[in-house]
């Protein structure tokens, strides 16, 4: 969490977007995979009464680990991204005073 006060207001936000859309994207992948394998429509919510309790808690793991999985390995590829941007962005700016250093004077 120490990470997370390094970044400013649009890292974060970028960030929760992408969450966003990788979660968005991994629960239509895993309804069609649903509906593959098991021949059934995923239920619809918590209070859908028509599949068996055993299907809507299979349905709820399921689902629950890979929208998680998905929003860490983006938001992660996403910090990475940024942090390595910010590094390039530091190295170019301060490669004039390396190579003179008078010129910085």
Do not use: F
């Not at 593959?36 to 619809?44: D, I, N, R, S």
């Not at 349905?59 to 991204?81: D, Q």
Request: with cysteine; hydrophobic share 45%; proline share 6%.
């Amino acid at each position: 969490m120490a990470g997370d006060r390094s970044d400013g207001r649009v890292g974060q936000t970028l960030k929760h977007a992408v969450g966003m859309a990788a979660a968005a994207g991994t629960y239509k992948v895993v309804q069609l995979c649903w509906k593959q394998v098991t021949g059934k429509e995923a239920p619809l919510g918590p209070d859908d009464q028509q599949p068996p309790l055993g299907r809507a808690i299979a349905w709820t793991l399921l689902m629950g680990a890979a929208i998680t999985t998905a929003r860490m390995i983006a938001i992660r590829y996403t910090s990475k991204m940024l942090h390595g941007e910010q590094q390039a962005m530091k190295e170019t700016a301060a490669q004039p005073l390396a190579d003179n250093p008078a010129a910085g004077a």
